[in-house]
Nanobody, 123 residues
Framework: QVQLIESGGGLVQAGGSLRLSCAASGRTSSTSSRYEMGWFRQAPGKEREFVARISWGGGRTDYAGSVKGRFTISRDNAKNTVYLQMNSLKPEDTAVYLC?????????????WGRGTQVTVSS
């Protein structure tokens, strides 16, 4: 099992920056338990949407078109932590941001989820 706890959310003005962190605990570092990590977000009244993901080794990343060029996902496996650096924030980025994990070997749905951290961007 893997537990995920997000932090770093808050209130920021449009154009500002935030860095989210997701700390993983549990079965996170064994050779047979390498996880791809992802960030998702959900705004009130909207579907949960993909934001970014990163492979176990960090060599592969992928972003939603709406955040590409503004957000950067990274990870520090020694600290069992994944980050989301968010720059040039817009009011439409306001949402609860959730961290997720799945086995890096492919073919899996996102299995583990955190509870989320609120990001609010004021205009």
């Amino acid at each position: 099992q893997v537990q995920l706890i997000e932090s770093g959310g808050g209130l920021v003005q449009a154009g500002g920056s935030l860095r989210l962190s997701c700390a993983a605990s549990g079965r996170t570092s064994s050779t047979s338990s390498r996880y791809e990590m992802g960030w998702f977000r959900q705004a009130p009244g909207k579907e949960r949407e993909f934001v970014a993901r990163i492979s176990w080794g960090g060599g592969r990343t992928d972003y939603a078109g709406s955040v590409k060029g503004r957000f950067t996902i990274s990870r520090d496996n020694a600290k069992n932590t994944v980050y989301l650096q968010m720059n040039s924030l817009k009011p439409e980025d306001t949402a609860v941001y959730l961290c997720a994990a799945r086995p890096d070997s492919g073919g899996y749905s996102w299995i583990y989820w955190g509870r989320g951290t609120q990001v609010t961007v004021s205009s």
